[in-house]
């Protein structure tokens, strides 16, 4: 594709369900990170992959966050007992790589979560 | 916290004046990059500095960098109703973290 999507673009859900995000970056993209966003507020980091390497989980506000990359590409980013606190923007975003240099950032679209 | 901050955190202007944002950040710095934000999706890159540049253009934007101070500025010359968004800087630190930490950002609004 010609940029990075995500999916769904907006969910709903009740307070105590799990919930899925889907992240497609740039094919290539060795680097991908996931950032959430209040409303208002900057980016929030969540977790880092870069290639094979072990993720960067440093990010994650509790042990119900956690995300995975199948094949060094899409990734997903799960949500366990959703919490009204949970309710944001998440972002997605690739870049070529991510170690050195300065390598921009591509970002998706966002999906927006809202529990009720 | 290690995450560069805007500075103001909202402006607004009339078309044709020029904005001046600012980012100021508490560490050594590899790079300092400027995003912009429209309706709070995401994220656009504009431009990026490095540590051993001092101001860098492309078409209306001017960034500056001013490592003694630990600061830069984004300015955006005659100014549209299209500038208006939110504006980013994300800092990359030196020997440190590689995940580029963002500020609160800027609101711009401009005014036709």
């Known amino acids: 594709g010609a940029g990075v999507s995500q999916s769904p673009s907006n969910k709903v859900t009740e307070k105590g369900k799990d919930v899925e995000l889907r992240c497609d970056p740039i094919s290539g993209h060795t680097a991908l990170y996931w950032y959430r966003q209040s409303l208002g507020q900057g980016l929030e980091f969540l977790i880092y992959?870069?290639?094979?390497?072990?993720?960067?989980k440093s990010g994650l506000p509790s042990d119900r966050f956690s995300a995975e990359r199948t094949g060094g590409s899409v990734s997903t980013l799960t949500i366990q007992r959703t919490q009204q606190e949970d309710s944001a923007v998440y972002l997605c975003?690739?870049?070529?790589?991510?170690?050195?240099?300065?390598?921009?950032?591509?970002f998706g679209p966002g999906t927006r979560l809202t529990v009720l | 916290s290690q995450q560069g901050e805007e500075d103001p955190q909202a402006l607004s202007i009339q078309e044709g004046e020029n904005a001046t944002m600012n980012c100021s950040y508490k560490t050594s710095i590899n790079n300092l990059q400027w995003y912009r934000q429209n309706s709070g999706r995401g994220l656009v890159h504009l431009i990026l500095i490095r540590s051993n540049e001092r101001e860098k253009h492309s078409g209306r934007l001017r960034v500056t960098l001013d490592t003694s101070k630990k600061s830069s500025s984004l300015l955006i010359t005659a100014s549209r109703a299209a500038d208006t968004a939110s504006y980013f800087c994300a800092t990359r630190f030196s020997g440190g973290s590689y995940i580029p930490t963002f500020g609160r950002g800027t609101s711009l609004i401009v005014h036709p």
């Open positions: 975003a690739s870049s070529l790589a991510g170690g050195g240099g300065g390598n921009e950032q591509f």
């Open positions: 992959f870069q290639g094979n390497s072990a993720p960067d």
